[in-house]
């Protein structure tokens, strides 16, 4: 049953951290994200997670900001690259001409809610890979139904 239980999770958590990847595909700068599976006698469990600072505030959203700076810089207008509660990236970027400031009013960016999109996702075939799973060690086991 355990070594069935542990290939069900590591396939629910290749699913996971193929998603992740999926959210900085147009990205420039990737962050790292950590892939961690812990098995013990009683424990069978995964993290894909980073501490990018970026990764964060797109995730997370920000709050309206005061930007100060001399000089700032940076193209007139943005597309962004994500969309929020989509488990994916597209092309994008700063286009336009470029403006210059000393103080800029951000408006603040809608949390993209990544991790929310991927656990709603793959909750249902993480159950379904364990529920085969279990299916098979039954099975083995020779007390299958």
Known sequence: MHAELTR???RGQADVYKD???TVDTWDTKPEFKNEFKETNNEISFVVSTDDEIYGYVNNGTRPH???GFPL???AAYKSKTTPRKISSHSGGGSGETVFAT???HPGTEP???D???MVKNSPKLSEYLRIGMKK???ASGHAI
């Open 8 to 10: 069900a999770m590591k």
């Open 20 to 22: 992740f990847l999926k």
């Open 66 to 68: 005061i930007i100060e």
């Open 73 to 75: 810089a940076f193209m």
């Open 103 to 105: 103080k800029v009013h």
């Open 112 to 114: 993209r809610d990544f």
């Open 116 to 118: 929310t999109a991927i």
């Open 137 to 139: 060690a039954r099975v």
